[in-house]
């Protein structure tokens, strides 16, 4: 079944998910935009690294960082609860980080690991995303309380303890992020491209702060691994900085920020050895529109959906089912 007009599907997708590595990968290329105040954090405190600003600016600065996993976590989850949403994984037969089916989408596209039982290496690579602005133009310190029943913060003439502080990331913040997806099938391009889109808060406290958008600038398919996250992003601060598009004092321009993010990874691609096809701009634009007609309507969403877990059905009783039988005859 082909769902996308827009692109060649048979020259750019698997017709079913193979077992061993085959040398196809799209590459989303995403700008991760905050809009209100989220939290990336370990241990209390923001995350952060300390690298250079730029490829040609190696002023040292700090930067906030987006671990990988508080990326893909949010997305996945996302992928899991559409699918039961519509019927096609049951709650009680798989349960993130308790009990994996290990036969729907999410296992076999995100990988597991059940210990003994089984595992499967994660066909979606994402790495830690860096903002593009420092960290001391990029976060807030704010006070947090818990007043009581009357909206005080005393009560029968004891005044409360419960005031904290905790460091906030500020809205309009920016993180250039590269999300692939090794050895696709047309089926499982859209249902990481429809996690990516619908995915809209992340890091801790997700059910009251986390907002983040995510806009996409294109797609690359290729035959091996492109630029790093913070290679692309220090690209991005090099040729802002030359445009003056830099005010301390106000969140960068979202238009700029597009436009910079298109023009430095058209600049890097052009300098790796690998074969790819770019889509950017007038070139993807159509795809992006094809993707979003699709994934907007219940029928041609559910068609793709349970395209996608029959491919992970057959993939399961293939390679994992069949393994796990084999073991146990062994012992």
Avoid at 149 to 169: L, P
Wanted: contains cysteine; proline residues 4%.
């Amino acid at each position: 079944m082909t769902f996308l007009k827009s692109i060649d599907s048979a020259k750019l997708f698997h017709k079913a998910i193979p077992y061993k590595p085959m040398g196809k990968y799209v590459h989303f290329l995403t700008i991760r935009v905050t809009e209100s105040y989220p939290l990336f954090q370990t241990d209390g405190e923001l995350n952060k690294a300390r690298v250079s600003a730029g490829i040609e600016d190696k002023t040292p600065i700090s930067r906030l960082s987006m671990f990988k996993r508080k990326q893909s976590t949010p997305e996945r989850l996302v992928g899991r609860e559409l699918m039961r949403a519509y019927d096609l994984v049951k709650a009680e037969d798989c349960e993130y980080n308790v009990k994996f089916a290990m036969n729907n989408p999410d296992c076999i596209i995100y990988g597991f690991a059940i210990g003994d039982s089984g595992s499967e290496k994660s066909k979606v690579i994402v790495d830690t995303a860096f903002s593009i602005t420092a960290f001391d133009e990029t976060h807030e310190t704010f006070t947090l309380n818990a007043p009581f029943e009357n909206g005080t913060m005393s009560e029968k003439g004891t005044v409360t303890s419960r005031i904290n502080q905790q460091d906030h990331i500020k809205p309009q913040v920016f993180f250039p992020s590269i999300v692939t997806l090794k050895d696709p099938t047309e089926a499982n391009f859209l249902y990481v491209f429809n996690n990516i889109l619908r995915t809209r808060h992340y890091g801790a406290q997700t059910t009251r702060t986390g907002r983040v958008r995510n806009e996409l600038v294109g797609v690359i398919f290729s035959d091996g691994e492109i630029v790093s996250n913070l290679r692309w992003t220090q690209a991005i601060y090099d040729l802002m900085k030359v445009n003056n598009q830099f005010n301390a004092s106000d969140p960068l321009n979202e238009s700029e920020v597009l436009l910079a993010a298109t023009t430095t990874i058209k600049n890097l691609m052009s300098q790796e050895f690998i074969v790819h096809t770019d889509l950017f701009e007038e070139d993807f634009q159509p795809v992006l529109a094809e993707v979003k007609t699709l994934l907007g309507n219940e029928v041609s969403l559910k068609a793709i959906l349970s395209q996608a877990d029959k491919e992970a059905k057959v993939y399961f009783e293939a390679h994992i089912k069949k393994t796990k039988k084999t073991s146990a005859a062994a012992e």
